[in-house]
């Protein structure tokens, strides 16, 4: 263990002290440290003994990884959520002590979560712990960039706080998380599987290419649900180790609110920012993948090239680009996709980059971006009414804005998607399709069929 210096977390806790007693309120501190490199699964897992507002990050194709658990405070907002949160955050951030000696993205002080698809849609009891945005400033979070291991621990400390109590109990529940489980979960059995009216569904994206055919909406994307019974609760663990190993390209992510967890392995970056460099991506139109190279070739070759799935593309990339030019200078935009392959089936892919203005922040761009059409439509507010009025899903958290932001103008959000709500035994997938003119319900039913692939695999399905 590569620790700080014997005393040192007494003595900043002890400054930190000094500072509540003098402001007469408590006092925000972290304090990073390098430590020996360990499983970041195995501490999600151990997290488990005293969190159950636990998170989970990695991008499978970078070796970056975040575990947060446990929480020292929350920000959570409804109306206004974009703003009300980013002047939470400034508050925090303006007042909060930062001991951190790495120039690292992702150390320490740090917040993770994520908002609902939209505050307007409808609401059932299946989200209760989730609120329309909602993110964590985790009491121990490790970071895991190019191979090296962070840990950073944060605490409210009031003016009565003893440092020294304070630090051992901190040692103790780091010395919990930093120790391998004893034992490391297995996936459980799909019991029952109920596909949420499946008929109705169809009938909803007729009705959707009727509209866009008569009026001016031109692109809708429409979600439906499947529910899972399981032989006992699912083990989160196990779920997301068996995400990574079969997701490539992809944000594999677990966001718990009081034990019920958003678990998924998205391929839809929203905006990753690293100080002002900025990326976006354009994922949309979607086909499957082949049984030999050549099949999957043949299907690449005519998914680029197909009209549908271009018309779904082309309109994520041309909102993108337009929100990029109100933030951004130097915005780069390929002007032809290229397929982005996952395990299960591919898509039509167009990177984008940029410089971020300095008056402007990660939020600013998430708030501009969500919903992108890949998940609401085109225009906007007319796609979102028509499926607050007919798609009869509680979305939650799915298709929306998720992920983390540092103190040091660095952050990332992925669009959530290609997941599923936990709650025990239960599960809800969700997938959806964006329909254009031309589309067929069926088709798109058997393409949000793919699209339940990947968790329904990891369940054991
Ligand atoms: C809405 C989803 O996918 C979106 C992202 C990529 C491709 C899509 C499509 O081709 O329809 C969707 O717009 C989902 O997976 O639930
Ligand atoms: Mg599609």
Same mark, same amino acid.
């Given at each position: 263990m590569i620790d700080i210096k014997e005393g040192r977390i007494e003595s900043l806790l002890k400054n930190a002290v000094e500072r509540a007693k003098f402001n007469n309120e408590p006092q925000i501190i972290s304090i990073t440290k390098q430590i020996n490199n360990i499983d970041p699964l195995h501490v999600f897992e151990s997290a488990r003994k005293f969190s159950t507002n636990r998170t989970f990050w990695t991008s499978t194709a970078d070796d970056y990884w975040l575990v947060g658990a446990g929480s020292v405070h929350r920000i959570t907002a409804s109306s206004d959520r974009f703003?009300?949160?980013?002047?939470k955050w400034q508050e925090i951030l303006g007042k909060a002590i930062i001991h951190n000696p790495f120039d690292v $993205?992702?150390?320490g002080l740090l917040a993770m979560g994520g908002m609902s698809f939209d505050p307007k849609g409808s609401k059932s009891a299946l989200w209760k712990n989730?609120?329309? /945005?909602? *993110?964590?400033? $985790?009491? *121990?979070?490790?970071? &895991?960039?190019? /191979? !090296? /291991?962070?840990?950073? &621990?944060t605490v409210k400390v009031h003016p009565a706080d003893e440092p020294e109590k304070l630090a051992d109990s901190l040692r103790e529940k780091e010395a919990v998380l930093l120790s !391998? $489980?004893?034992? *490391? $979960? %297995? =996936? &459980?059995?799909? %019991?029952?599987?109920e596909e949420i009216a499946p008929d109705e569904w169809k009938q909803v994206v007729q009705r959707a290419t009727e509209e866009i055919r008569h009026s001016t909406t031109d692109k809708i994307v429409l979600a439906r649900e499947l529910r899972l019974k399981l032989s006992a609760n699912v083990e989160i663990t196990a779920v997301l180790n068996n995400l990574i190993s079969s997701q490539p390209n992809s944000f594999v992510f677990a966001f718990e609110r009081e034990g019920d967890c958003f678990v998924g392995a998205t391929p839809e970056r929203l905006v990753k920012l690293e100080q002002d460099r900025l990326l976006s991506t354009c994922l949309a139109g979607t086909a499957p993948r082949g049984e030999t190279k050549a099949e999957d070739d043949q299907i690449a070759e005519t998914l680029l090239h197909d009209e549908k799935n271009r018309s779904e593309h082309d309109f994520v990339v041309k909102m993108i680009? %337009?929100?990029? =030019?109100?933030y951004c200078s130097d915005v780069n935009i390929p002007d032809k996709p290229v397929i982005y392959p996952l395990r299960n089936l591919q898509h039509l892919y167009t990177p984008v980059s940029a410089t971020l203005n300095k008056d402007f922040s990660i939020f600013d761009i998430v708030k501009e971006l969500h919903p992108t059409p890949a998940l609401g439509g085109v225009p906007r507010d007319t796609s979102l009414e028509f499926i607050r009025k007919y798609e009869n899903v509680d979305r939650g958290w799915y298709g929306a804005p998720i992920?983390?932001?540092?103190? !040091?103008r660095n952050g990332e959000f992925a669009v959530g998607i290609r997941s599923g709500l936990i709650r025990g035994n239960e599960v809800s997938l969700f997938a959806g399709c964006g329909v254009v003119k031309d589309s067929n319900p069926e088709a798109e039913y058997e393409e949000t069929k793919i699209k339940f692939k990947p968790m329904m695999s990891v369940l054991g399905g």
């Open positions: 703003d009300k949160t980013e002047e $993205p992702g150390t989730f609120d329309e /945005s909602s *993110f964590i400033i $985790p009491e *121990f979070l490790l970071t &895991v960039h190019n /191979s !090296s /291991s962070y840990f950073t &621990v !391998s $489980p004893d034992y *490391f $979960p %297995q =996936e &459980v059995d799909i %019991q029952s599987t680009r %337009q929100a990029m =030019e109100k992920g983390w932001l540092d103190s !040091s």
